[in-house]
């Protein structure tokens, strides 16, 4: 038995050994750097084993490494690549988008939610993108901010409610919020408040990151083949409640003939429109109801963590930089005194302290740290002349560039004024990468800033804040993707709106 125990370590050992040295070799061949700390599991056994966040290693490495054009990183026996030169990050997001165009995420088929923009690849994702996009129009957004503004008014409405809600906790709020928003541009809103419908419940659940949805996006990284194997799928639970609602709401919409400019009416339009068809490959799309529910479930994976994230990390800059509040406040009582007591959508989108403090915020705090994609074609990165092989897997180090002080000077302060029109020009555009780059850039982007600043500016106007750090704090949440405040938390004291 014992020795049955020991040869088994033997070999295991061996495995490991072998995979180390065989990933490092594989590098070592194309004459890219190598992270040799880990050989066989890279930033995945710091993340998990010694946790130490992947977006902070990558950081670590990305300034030890930084005259490298790129690093390899093991990650089993899959070739990582970290790609850190600027000229490189933009050729694999952008300039030779074709040979990277996939997420490096492959869900199960029966995983029927999953088949959404988010995963897909090649050219399923491409015609899925070109229908969805028309949704993220400015004059559409125009259009659904009636539903936004709504949202954002029964925020401070619940806060005003419920006193304990002021103090403490404040994560939570926001993210319910986002949750209860975003279910509103899905499936259209009600007079009641957006904190009593039915679906802020299972938006809750959908995003609230679960043990489990943890473990599979570890066995995901891991081994896609593995995953498929074991016919593991990701939303599974969700899938009856989600489905079930939208096929309720789109037989009810074909019937009723108001347009209330929510993802339901494009639901029906697509579906009246009969197949979606790609004209260079004659590819085509079934708009079922199925495929349909999983394109509404991108809104809630993709858009509600990543937003309540961005208003947080915004907030919590402003409750502890006075100066900058005051600034915001003043903005925001002009704007309110000019048009009457209301927003409207040009209005929010017209504040410019408001986006500057919010993307100075998004870049000190990205709220996704770094972007994965996947090679599916051989092809060579400029930079370093690196060949990449189909297969391999990219890693861009968002949070590690967006702290370069090549180009942010003193990238540790929050200084909105960088982004002040007159200082704009001298931002590098590859270096900032808050919502992604190139042709898989964040599709709600202009939708998440417009829902954030809603709730920004209607809590502002209605309230001061109060940063409060909690021992320890603040630090960052230990997650495998997200960036997220925690040890520290806000305090909303309500205000006496001036005249
Ligand atoms: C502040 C909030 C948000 C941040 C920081 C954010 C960030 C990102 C990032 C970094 C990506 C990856 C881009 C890339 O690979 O180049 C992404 C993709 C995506 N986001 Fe967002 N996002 C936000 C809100 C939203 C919202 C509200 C929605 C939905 C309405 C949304 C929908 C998506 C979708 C569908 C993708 C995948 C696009 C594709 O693969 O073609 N996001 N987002
Ligand atoms: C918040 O401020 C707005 C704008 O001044 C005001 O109309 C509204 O009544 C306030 N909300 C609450 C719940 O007090
Ligand atoms: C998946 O792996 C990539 C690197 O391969 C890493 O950046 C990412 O954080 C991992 N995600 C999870 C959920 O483990
Ligand atoms: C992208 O990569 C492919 C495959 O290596 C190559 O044929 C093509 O010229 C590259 N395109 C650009 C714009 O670099
Ligand atoms: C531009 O940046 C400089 C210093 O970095 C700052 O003094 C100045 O106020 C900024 N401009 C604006 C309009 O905020």
């Known amino acids: 038995m014992i020795a049955f125990a020991l040869l088994f370590c033997a070999v295991i050992t061996l495995c490991v050994y072998i995979t180390g040295k065989y990933n490092e070799q594989y590098w070592k061949k194309r004459k890219v750097a190598f992270y040799s700390k880990n050989k066989v599991a890279g930033v995945l056994w710091d993340h998990f084993i010694e946790k130490k966040a992947v977006f902070k290693n990558l950081c670590n490495i990305y300034n030890e490494y930084r005259n490298e054009p790129a690093i390899g990183i093991g990650t089993f026996f899959t070739p990582q690549l970290c790609v850190l030169d600027i000229t490189n990050i933009q050729h694999v997001l952008a300039t030779n988008f074709t040979s990277f165009n996939h997420r490096g995420v492959e869900p199960n088929e029966n995983d029927l939610l999953a088949d959404n923009i988010l995963f897909m690849h090649g050219n399923r994702w491409k015609l899925m993108r070109q229908s969805l996009t028309p949704l993220f129009t400015s004059s559409k957004l125009k259009l659904m901010y009636y539903i936004i503004d709504k949202s954002a008014v029964d925020l401070v409405e619940h806060l005003k409610a419920n006193k304990e809600l002021l103090k403490g906790n404040s994560f939570n709020t926001l993210s319910s919020f ?18 009593d419908s039915p679906f802020l419940d299972m938006a809750r659940k959908t995003t609230t990151p679960s043990w489990r949805t943890n473990v599979f996006f570890a066995i995901i990284n891991f081994s896609n083949d593995l995953f498929k194997k074991l016919g593991l799928s990701l939303f599974k639970e969700q899938e009856e409640f989600f ?27 697509l579906q009246s429109a009969g197949n979606i068809v790609d004209k260079e490959t004659g590819l085509e799309l079934k708009p079922t109801d199925e495929l349909l529910a999983a394109q509404a479930f991108f809104f809630f994976i993709a858009g509600v963590e990543p937003t309540a994230t961005a208003l947080f990390s915004t907030l919590i800059e402003l409750g502890r930089n006075p100066e900058y509040l005051e600034k915001v406040h003043k903005e925001i009582d002009e704007a309110f005194k000019i048009n009457d007591n209301k927003m409207n959508y040009d209005i929010v989108v017209g504040m410019k302290y408001v986006d500057m403090v919010m993307s100075e915020a998004m870049r000190m705090h990205p709220p996704l740290g770094v972007l994965t994609r996947k090679c599916v074609r051989d092809t060579v990165l400029p930079v370093g002349n690196i060949k990449v092989e189909k297969g391999t897997r990219i890693m861009v180090p968002i949070w590690a560039v967006h702290h370069d002080e090549r180009f942010y000077p003193e990238p540790e302060k929050f200084i909105p004024e960088r982004f002040a029109s007159e200082n704009k020009s001298n931002i590098v555009d590859a270096a900032y990468m808050p919502f992604g780059k190139g042709n898989r850039i964040c599709v709600g982007n202009r939708y998440a800033a417009v829902q954030a600043k809603a709730g920004l500016v209607h809590l502002l106007r209605n309230f001061t804040l109060k940063t409060i750090v909690q021992e320890g704090g603040p630090k960052y949440l230990h997650h495998p993707t997200l960036i997220r405040f925690c040890d520290v938390d806000l305090e909303f004291i309500p205000r006496s709106i001036p005249k």
């Open 178 to 195: 986002c949750s209860a928003a975003i279910g509103g541009a899905v499936f259209g809103v009600s007079t009641g408040s957006i904190f």
């Open 243 to 269: 489905i079930g609602a939208i096929k309720k709401i789109i037989r009810a919409r074909e019937q009723d003939k108001i347009k209330r400019h929510d993802f339901a009416d494009i639901c029906v339009a």
